[in-house]
């Protein structure tokens, strides 16, 4: 027999909310109760940051491990689908582009699309590539079809993501978790013992005196990072010099006109507003550097950009871009916010609780928690925050605004190398820095970079030599065949009231 | 660069110069004039090449006109499903390193942690070793259900046949070619000026390729020196044989290194690697890299920019992709700051990942003699390091940005070498271990029953030959 060594038994998590609930679920998926004992404390006291998520296609695959129902998944979190992401504002003011999911045409010969496309500009310059994209074509008319898997199809060029009550998804989790027998605890924690020798975390104290012994600690307490950089004292790296927003204010309203199949950003001042529409209502946030306009401007303009009436008051919520050097450390590991955060520009928080949990899993440690085993899960962890961040600043970066003194420190601020030598390939000849597990593919790059005017001087050489008509013929053809696939799909609401409309709101 | 032409002058006549002419001059336009300084095959050289490829070659020797109807009929070319690594030091057991489609997952775990669980060796649940070990060869088909469709494959070849096919596909191409030698190289401030010919011409270029092996021609002009890894020696043989071997080179340790039988249609090559102790007949070669690949308007491809160990397919994987590079980065004007920067970061990491899959073979436990000890030395690294211990640990298969070896040569290698998992995935136990032994037992009945059914690779070629005479005559 292989040398199993000593197992974990017991799995703390502390705190809550997404990344929390997101834990409990997974592991209680994976692991029998008799082998391993789950408990969760959270106290109802702590609120949760957990506003109208959007999400990205990835979430489908989280799902789907746990094995839960998208049926089900909708009606429980109010949850309607996402094609893509709407940015208003951000290359110049008045114009606006679509990232889809999904690819934009078809490669062919081994050459990108977008390299076709590029040649075809030059004959056709009004044209969009977003017009090359079934699910931007889809999206632009508020509709909505499931991909199909046959590759011959022109729609198994969709994909899609979701936009949700993160509240009522880890609610959800909640109870999926409890039913696998993970354990809540309601209460504080107030304090942490280590092991003198070891330095591992032996027990969090609750409020109540109730000591809560484990073997393992997620750290899901949100910025605080109670166990992980509080206790264990693992420092913070702060990306603000390339992403100075510190402050978001948060309102839902009600939900006017169609059903939107996508999420909407829109750059303003001194930051960018979100607007994600569920089922029942529209969730909105703006999100800015507080040196640069109060909060109080930005509540007005937060309010002023409202599709309809306000539903509550805005809620203000601080943070900090970056993450802790080290996401896991002894037995604690920091999932969600505890771990790191960026801007929900891309919809990537839920997403990096998900690498968190899965690579966790995949490098499921015995109890000793070997150095090996941690140094591999803190570098993937890192690979990841750092290849969202480089796309993330691109938006910011790629600008012409000169409107404000924020857009003015965007454009010219220094960006990461990694970021520079990708924004210099492209704009030479429309070639794409490529590493191959990157989360934003291609066609993300080409979208955000095309759409805020970061057009390449010249066209690749090798789309040079291919014959101009052959390529504007591919692609008038490509583009009717997606016309005709959109027309013949549902509106948005119309899929959603079939498949998977909430009597109630969550 | 759409206006006036760009010039791109090919500097050497092996196969890395003769493929890189066919490669630019297909994909390029008329706007860029390309020109083959030929300056003659040196057979040596091209032995380090070493004479297998990977699966991914096979498209891009057909993007050069390369088929199997041209390979098979003109030149003495076989298949090759891997390489079997026989008396290999630290290991009880010879293993052949075959190329596999992505391995199978059971109950949403990976094989391996099965394998694991159930100690079970990988071997017999791979077709293509277990079909190259009975001598069997067959293409893989589409069909999924079929299990030698999960089968990969590469090529067992002569360097020097090859290269006499492209120069054919050079002379008819168009590419402008002159059969002369460089006799100066003129610089300016790290830039090739011109090229003073034997034949008493100077001609110039926008962007030069050096292509001259380990003479290195243009980028010593330019002053970029080769940073040696480790010396070796090569010695190599040709026995006419009567009959093709199996589709599959084997390799063989001995103290003082190894060496490699090639099995071709009309004859074993063979390669001895040693110690380079001056040995009569023996081509010393040094392992190693330039610290950049491409330096203002030059550049440097395959043995020119890097010489790896010809024990893998590493040297041909990497001449491959060096010229993709340059197709991916052929510049649009006449600076190059971008291309260069791009390309020589990508030239690091593949030479990086190259050399660490050869590097992998030489940890384990070796004769004490100085070759292997010289190569234990210079395999270490931090990042093979994490690949073992990562495997080591829990089975666990660490990766970097595109390797040219993939998730499944990493784990045959692993396997074959001797190492061994010390924990497996809890995700196993979901399954019962008897169940993920019956379903494992049914795969490798199923593959022997097949290879069983396989033709010999002779019989396979020789009757694939008779098929493209008579389509060519159809």
Same mark, same amino acid.
């Given at each position: ?7 974990i038994?017991?799995?703390?998590i ?14 209680s ?14 106290s ?7 506003v109208g998520?959007?999400t990205?296609?990835?979430v489908?695959?989280?799902? !789907?491990?746990?094995?839960i ?12 689908? &996402? ?59 508020? $509709? ?26 880890? /609610? ?10 993970? =354990? ?8 942490v ?33 109670? @166990? ?23 309102v ?65 919520? &601080?943070? /900090?871009?970056?993450?802790?050097? $080290? ?51 803190? /570098?993937?962890? =890192?690979?990841k925050?750092?290849q ?65 005017n970061?057009?390449?001087r ?38 959603? &009231? ?9 | ?46 032995l ?60 949403g ?22 079909a ?11 069909d999924?259900?079929?299990?030698l ?111 490699a ?10 390669l ?5 102790? =001056? ?24 043995? !020119?920019?890097?010489?790896h ?16 590079? @340059? ?18 970061r ?18 384990n436990?070796?004769p ?50 001797? /190492? ?5 995935? @809890? ?18 009945r ?28 159809a």
């Open positions: 027999m292989p040398d199993q060594k000593p197992a038994r017991n799995i703390v502390v705190g809550g909310g997404s990344a929390g609930w997101m834990t409990a679920a997974a592991l998926s994976l692991l029998p109760p008799h082998a391993v004992k789950i408990t969760l404390i959270e109802e006291q702590i609120g949760t940051i957990g998520e959007a990205i296609p990835d489908i695959n989280f799902n !789907a491990m746990l094995g129902s998208e049926q089900d998944f909708l009606r429980a979190t109010n949850g309607t689908f &996402k094609l893509g992401i709407e940015f208003v504002n951000w290359g110049r003011i008045g114009e606006a582009y679509f990232h889809p999911f999904g690819p934009h045409g078809v490669d062919m010969q081994g050459i990108d699309f977008h390299q076709f496309w590029m040649r075809y500009r030059q004959s056709h310059p009004n044209s969009e590539i977003e017009t090359f994209s079934l699910s931007a074509i889809a999206a632009r008319q508020f $509709k909505f079809a499931m991909p199909q898997n046959d590759p011959r199809s022109v729609m198994s060029q969709l994909r899609y993501a979701y936009h949700f009550d993160a509240t009522a998804y880890a /609610r959800y989790l909640r109870a999926y978790a409890e039913e696998r027998g993970a =354990k809540r605890e309601e209460g504080k924690v107030i304090d013992t280590l092991n003198s020798e070891t330095g591992f975390i032996e027990t969090v104290t609750m409020e109540s005196g109730q000591e809560v012994q484990g073997d393992l600690f997620f750290d899901c307490s949100g910025f605080r990072a109670l @166990l992980l950089g509080q206790k264990l004292g693992v420092q913070f790296t702060d990306w603000a010099h390339w992403l100075p927003c510190d402050t978001a204010q948060t839902a309203c009600e939900r006017t006109g169609p059903l939107l199949p996508y999420t909407k950003s829109t750059a303003k001042t001194a930051g960018w507003q979100w607007r994600i529409p569920t089922q029942h209502r529209t969730g909105n946030g703006h999100i800015y550097a507080s040196d640069l306009i109060s909060d109080e401007d930005a509540i007005e303009s937060l309010l002023e950009d409202l599709d309809g009436p306000a539903k509550g008051e805005p809620r203000r919520i &601080k943070f /900090r871009t970056g993450h802790r050097e $080290k996401f896991w450390e002894k037995n604690c590991i920091a999932v969600g916010l505890s771990g790191g955060f960026l801007e929900p520009l891309e919809s990537t928080s839920l997403f990096l609780i998900q690498e968190g949990i899965s690579k966790f899993i995949s490098l499921f440690p015995s109890a000793d928690m070997p150095t090996a085993v941690r140094d591999e899960y803190n /570098r993937q962890l =890192k690979k925050f750092e969202v961040r480089d796309f993330i600043i691109l938006h910011y970066k790629a600008t012409q605004r000169d409107d404000s003194e924020f857009w003015n420190y965007c454009r010219t601020m220094s960006v990461p190398d990694s970021l520079t030598q990708k924004m210099d390939l492209f704009q030479e000849a429309g070639r794409i820095f490529r590493y191959e597990d990157e989360l934003f593919t291609r066609p993300s790059w080409v979208a955000v970079m095309v759409g805020q970061l057009l390449p010249t066209v690749d050489p090798i789309v040079d030599s291919l014959s101009a008509q052959e390529i504007v013929r591919s692609l008038g053809s490509m583009q009717s065949a997606m016309m005709n696939a959109s027309q013949k799909m549902e509106t948005h609401e119309t899929f959603l &009231k079939k498949y998977a409309w909430a009597s109630v709101p969550a | 660069m759409q206006r006036s032409e760009f010039k791109i002058v090919i500097c050497g006549g092996g196969l890395a110069g003769l493929m890189t002419a066919l490669a630019l001059h297909g994909a390029l336009s008329s706007a860029y004039q390309i020109v083959l300084i030929d300056e003659g095959e040196d057979a040596d050289d091209d380090s090449y070493g004479s297998v490829t990977l699966p991914t070659a096979y498209d891009f020797l057909r993007g050069l006109g390369l088929d199997e109807p041209v390979l098979f009929s003109r030149s003495n070319t076989s298949f090759s499903f891997g390489s079997h690594y026989v008396d290999w030091p630290g290991t009880d057991t010879d293993w052949i390193q075959c190329h596999h489609q992505i391995l199978p997952v059971i109950g775990v990976p094989l391996n942690h099965h394998l694991t669980r159930n100690q079970r060796s990988l071997a017999p649940l791979l077709i293509s070793g277990v190259a070990r009975h001598g069997k060869f067959a293409h893989p088909p589409n999924a259900s079929n299990p469709s999960r089968a990969e494959y590469g090529y067992q070849f002569s360097a020097h046949q090859w290269t006499r096919l492209l120069a054919e596909k050079v002379q008819t191409s168009g590419v402008s070619r002159s059969a002369s030698s460089i006799e100066t190289v003129n610089t300016d401030n790290g830039e090739v000026i011109s090229l003073d010919l034997t034949s008493g011409e100077t001609i110039t270029a926008d962007l030069f390729i050096d292509c001259t092996g380990p003479a290195r021609k243009l980028l010593s002009a330019v002053g970029h020196s080769f940073a040696t890894i480790r010396r070796i020696s090569l010695t190599h043989s040709l026995k006419s044989a009567s009959q093709l071997g199996p589709a599959c080179r084997r390799v063989q340790a001995s103290a003082q290194g190894w060496s039988h090639t099995f071709l249609q009309d004859s074993v090559h063979t001895m690697i040693q110690k380079d102790d =001056k040995a009569v007949d023996a081509t010393p070669y040094a392992l190693g890299a330039l610290d950049v690949a491409w330096h203002n308007n030059t550049v440097a491809i395959g043995a !020119a920019a890097s010489a160990d010809p024990l893998t397919p590493g040297p041909m994987v990497m001449l491959q992709r060096d010229i993709e590079r @340059l197709l991916d980065l052929i510049p649009v004007a006449r600076t190059f700051d971008m291309e260069q920067r791009e390309f020589n990508r030239f690091q990491n593949d030479v990086n990942h190259t050399d660490m899959f050869a590097n992998a073979f030489y940890l436990e070796a004490t003699s100085s070759f292997w000890s010289e190569a234990a030395s210079a395999a270490q690294s931090p990042d093979l390091n994490r690949k073992i211990v990562q495997f080591e640990s829990r089975g666990i298969l660490t990766k970097f940005d595109l390797e040219p070896f993939n998730d499944e040569d990493w784990t045959v290698l692993h396997h074959g070498l001797g /190492r061994r998992v010390a924990r497996y995935d @809890l995700q196993v136990e979901a399954t019962a271990r008897l169940d993920i032994d019956q379903q494992l037992d049914g795969m490798a199923a593959i022997e029953q097949l290879v069983g059914r396989m033709p010999p690779h002779h019989v396979y070629v020789s009757n694939m030959k008779r098929y493209f005479e008579k389509q060519k005559y």
